[in-house]
């Protein structure tokens, strides 16, 4: 079972990225995706606009999301960590 904290980790994480995706990571992918179909040849992409202009929340957004979801999966991670060696241990006790 996951705990409150790191499932609020991760749902914070993925709200994150569904503004980030909202503000700019949409336009950042298209940015993305039509900079590999100019350059057919080579690095050539002087027909895509290099400096898109994104609002302040998706730098931070995007930031934050991040720093959130590897918190939540380290957090993930330990838990596990912990339940794997608390069995062990119980399962070791037993025997003896």
Known sequence: MIRPLTGALLLTATA??????????????????????????????SRVDRYPNYSPLYRISFIGGLVLLVTGIVRVVLDLSRKMRKAMNDRASKAN
């Open 16 to 45: 994150l990225f569904v503004v980030w995706y909202f503000v700019g990571g949409k336009q950042e992918i298209q940015w993305q995706l039509a900079f590999h179909r100019a350059a057919p040849s080579g690095w050539d992409y």
